[in-house]
């Protein structure tokens, strides 16, 4: 059951104190496990700070309470390198799921994508979250790559 009502969607340029949560909840739900030290995410997340376009962050929250996080990056898969940009890492906290934060924050990546003049936005997810990107409009593109399936999105989709 989703607590949060309420949120925003702001670029973690703009929110810079929420830089810790975001290279916190990336690097347990993706890098731990294989061994990644959490500096490494934490400094991927601080490139956000210099760049004007890609890599791009956006994170939502109730006020100071983080909630979700979305990024918009070149690459999020080394083997389709004819892909760019990629919204990757979206993450909601486990208590705001089911509320729309995160269909926010995938949109929020899309039109982060498309306001920088590129046509196409892409993403890639584990088949049984496949679902959740087609009900926001995602065309699946291709299956099992690397176990995930590929799904972009046009411009004015």
């Known amino acids: ?19 810790g949560d975001v ?13 990644h030290e959490r500096a490494l ?21 109730d006020g ?7 990024h918009l990056i070149d690459n999020d898969l080394e083997s389709r390198p004819q892909y760019s940009p990629w919204v990757a890492a979206v993450w909601v906290d486990e208590t705001a799921r089911r509320s729309g934060i995160g ?13 920088q003049g590129f046509d196409t936005a892409y993403l890639c997810a584990k ?7 087609e009900r926001l409009g995602w065309q699946r593109i291709e299956e099992d790559v690397e176990g995930l399936n590929v799904f972009s999105m046009k411009r004015g989709a």
């Open 23 to 35: 290279a916190d909840r990336i690097w347990n739900a993706w890098w731990r496990q294989d061994g």
């Open 103 to 115: 269909a926010a924050l995938v949109q929020a990546g899309a039109d982060a994508a498309f306001g």
């Open 127 to 133: 088949p049984a979250v496949s679902a959740f990107y």
């Open 1 to 19: 059951m989703a607590t949060h009502k309420t949120y925003s969607i702001s670029d973690l340029r703009d929110r810079p104190e929420f830089a």
């Open 41 to 61: 995410i934490r400094g991927l997340v601080d490139e956000n700070f210099a760049s004007t376009g890609l890599p791009q962050a956006f994170v939502a929250h």
């Open 64 to 70: 100071d309470t983080f909630l979700g996080t979305a």
